[in-house]
């Protein structure tokens, strides 16, 4: 890859990140408010360490070693951080496995949020289809089978990831479910301890941050540029939380295109995973020119909003 190319990736990574972690942020800045300014700079510093170096360091890798059970714990850990071309070889045989079940969870993130979730109607369509909410689980239902059907064509493996990238999708989906209701029960019991607080945070990071590592394998298989762009992308929002998550709410569309961004990524690598040469700008440019539209139509009704008050 060259410099370019890693320059591209790093920034698209990072952009990635922070919108797709915008709803963790104004979670995190909820629960920090009724924090003591101790146990919120607590969180501000070595939370860092914990949510930006060791959890966005050890997906990648545990995605890698899932991808490739005959490596090993410790081979899949020295495989990611190689420079051997034998290595690499190996890992690029594997990724359609890889691939397959990261771009599925990502393409049921996407129609999860367009059905069922609440949200801010930035496009047409999204009010008609959010009416639809049933039809959430037959059209996923369809894709995944479909796409099963695809992969043991290609290679039983593939299937089997696909599966498992759909069970990802309902197993985080319901720790997020919880989250929330979690959230709810903070705001009511006062009696909580910080540290109880702090360590719902750090397990909510967790699991939010599974989305945009997920994803972060449409920019680059390559292990440590994906930490370093995650982890830029996780310090940015840190920052947001405790300084200005109030901003993030002037911007109500950001939301939709992290999920657009989101399902363009899901395409991305399933393609990929198939054989559909996919050049490695195409990731990062989808991205920058999606959120950078919402981002204009966030901005474009902020003034109008301004200029009716």
């Known amino acids: 890859m060259d410099i370019s190319a890693l320059i591209l990736s790093i920034l698209g990574l990072c952009v990635f990140e922070i919108v797709s972690s915008l709803d963790n942020a104004v979670v995190n800045a909820d629960v920090l408010s009724t924090m ?20 966005r360091g050890l997906l990648p890798w545990l995605i890698v070693w899932i991808s490739n059970p005959a490596l090993g714990p410790v081979g899949a850990l020295t495989a990611s951080f190689s420079n051997d071309p034998r290595v690499a070889a190996s890992l690029e045989a594997s990724s359609p496995i890889l691939l397959v079940g990261g771009g599925l969870f990502l393409i049921f993130l996407f129609f999860h949020w367009l ?12 009010k008609q289809i959010s009416r639809q909410g049933a039809w959430f689980y037959p059209v996923v239902s369809v894709i995944l089978a479909v796409v099963i059907w695809l992969a043991i064509k290609k290679d039983p493996m593939m299937a089997f990831a696909a599966s498992l990238g759909a069970s990802a999708f309902f197993i985080t989906h319901g720790f997020k479910e919880h989250a929330a209701r979690v959230e709810l029960e903070m705001k009511d019991n006062k009696d909580m301890s910080d540290i109880s607080k702090l360590i719902y945070l750090e397990i909510l990071d967790a699991t939010f941050s599974i989305d945009g590592v997920i994803g972060a394998f449409a920019f680059t298989m390559s292990v440590p540029i994906i930490i370093i762009g995650n982890g830029l992308g996780a310090i940015v929002v840190r920052e947001l939380t405790l300084r200005g998550v109030d901003r993030i709410r002037n911007y109500p569309f950001l939301k939709n295109g992290a ?4 399902f363009f990524l899901g395409i991305v690598m399933l393609a990929d995973s198939f054989g559909v040469h996919v050049p490695h700008y195409f990731a990062p440019l989808i991205t920058f020119g999606v959120i950078g539209f919402f981002l204009r139509k966030s901005i474009l009704f902020q003034k109008r909003s301004q200029k009716a008050v």
Do not use: D, H, P, T
């Open 259 to 262: 999920m657009y961004s989101i």
């Open 115 to 126: 059905f069922l979730e609440q949200k801010n109607f930035g496009l047409v369509l999204e």
């Open 36 to 55: 003591s300014a101790k146990w919120r700079k607590w969180f501000l510093v070595w939370g860092i360490f914990f949510g930006v170096f060791l959890v």
